[in-house]
Each structure stands twice: as structure tokens, then as C-alpha cells.
């Protein structure tokens, strides 16, 4: 139900009410987190709102993001939740133009969990550096 919610507000987003999306962007994380059916589907809402309106997701919210995949606050790590993050955001960062933000986590997870994903087709460290040094011309220091 709350997915239903979230996933609606998103197709909104994407409109042209640049009033409303700084404001919108903020309740639909604080949404995806309250409510989020699993960390998977939360870490998608995060890149869908990236993707989105990449200029209105705060410092805040992607930090938030990398502290749940990370795993703070937790016994254990998730290294389920870290792999799908490294496999979702190699996947996203071989797009040709992103948000700076994008590229921000995209480097985070990767430098610190892409060795869970190396033994994979494609996603050996020389892939990953390739992939994320594509985007640094793009980015502010």
C-alpha cells in the first residue's frame, strides 16, 4: 500500500512543478523509509528520486542512503543489500550522463563494496574504476 503511495508520488516528480519537488522529494524519502517493503525497493526509490530531480535530493537523503547500505547501526552488514546496491549502481553509471549525485553514491558503494561483486562477468575492479572514472570529468571536485 505504502509502495503503491510512494511509486505514485514519483510518477508526479517527474512533472514540471518545480515548486513543489524540493518539498516532494524530501516526503517521498522519508516515505520509502518509513514504509519501504524491503531495502532493495528503497535503495530503487533513492535512484528513481536521483534520476528524477537529482538537483532537489539533499546531502541528507543520499547519506542516509549509504549509511543503510553501509549497515550502520546494525550487528551485521547486509552484503546481500551491499551486492545489489555495487550491481544496480554499476548498471546505472554505464548510462552516458548522470546526476552528480548519481555518480557521488555510485563511487561510495563501489570503492567500498564492489570487491563483493568482482567474481562476476563484467564487474572485475578494472570495470568498476573504468565505469565510475567516465563520469568524473562530469563532476565538481
Not at 9 to 33: G, S, T
Not at 40 to 57: Q, R, S
Not at 103 to 117: D, H, M, N, R, T
Request: proline share 4%; with cysteine; hydrophobic share 45%.
Amino acid at each position: 500500500m505504502a509502495g503503491d503511495v510512494v511509486n505514485e508520488v514519483l510518477d508526479y516528480l517527474q512533472e514540471n512543478d518545480y515548486e513543489l519537488k524540493e518539498e516532494m522529494v524530501l516526503k517521498i524519502a522519508i516515505l520509502a523509509e518509513k514504509f519501504a517493503e524491503n531495502l532493495n525497493w528503497y535503495i530503487d526509490v533513492i535512484i528513481k528520486l536521483i534520476e528524477y530531480a537529482g538537483d532537489y535530493v539533499s546531502e541528507d537523503i543520499w547519506y542516509r542512503v549509504a549509511q543503510i547500505i553501509t549497515g550502520f547501526g546494525q550487528a551485521e552488514p547486509n552484503q546481500t543489500l551491499q551486492k545489489y546496491a555495487c550491481l544496480r549502481l554499476l548498471d546505472i553509471l554505464n548510462m552516458p550522463s548522470l546526476h552528480e549525485t548519481m555518480v557521488k553514491i555510485g563511487a561510495y558503494v563501489l570503492s567500498e563494496f564492489g570487491p563483493l561483486v568482482i567474481d562476476l562477468p563484467g564487474k572485475g575492479f578494472q570495470k568498476q574504476f573504468e565505469t565510475v572514472n567516465n563520469h568524473f570529468y562530469n563532476i565538481s571536485p
